[in-house]
Nanobody
Framework: QVHVVESGGGLVQAGGSLRLSCAASGSIFGINAVGWYRQAPGKQRELVAQITRGGSTNYADSVKGRFTISRDIAKNAAYLQMDSLKFEDTGVYYC????????????????WGQGTQVTVSS
């Protein structure tokens, strides 16, 4: 069983910054990809940013140039640096990790965190 926990959300003024963390724990051999998603009330969950083990990234058009995703392979962690935040960025941010388990848990996993609230005041 692989568990994912997000942290770093909070209340911030428009134009400010937040740094979200995604930590995966359990019997992990390696994480192949991490994606950050967000969902506002009454709206569909959308992919915000994604990074692979090799470092390839892609971003939603709405956050390009403002958000930066990164990963620390040794720590089984990923981060989302959010700058120049807008009111429209408000929502619950979820981390999704995909990879392979270790030892008796060897096999693919696809795990989601519980989400962390990001609120940007206008």
């Amino acid at each position: 069983q692989v568990h994912v926990v997000e942290s770093g959300g909070g209340l911030v003024q428009a134009g400010g910054s937040l740094r979200l963390s995604c930590a995966a724990s359990g019997s992990i051999f390696g994480i192949n990809a991490v994606g950050w998603y967000r969902q506002a009330p009454g709206k569909q969950r959308e992919l915000v940013a994604q990074i692979t083990r090799g470092g390839s990234t892609n971003y939603a058009d709405s956050v390009k140039g403002r958000f930066t995703i990164s990963r620390d392979i040794a720590k089984n962690a990923a981060y989302l640096q959010m700058d120049s935040l807008k009111f429209e960025d408000t929502g619950v941010y979820y981390c999704n990790a995909k990879g392979l388990g270790l030892a008796s848990d060897y096999g693919p996993f696809d795990s989601w965190g519980q989400g962390t609230q990001v609120t940007v005041s206008s």
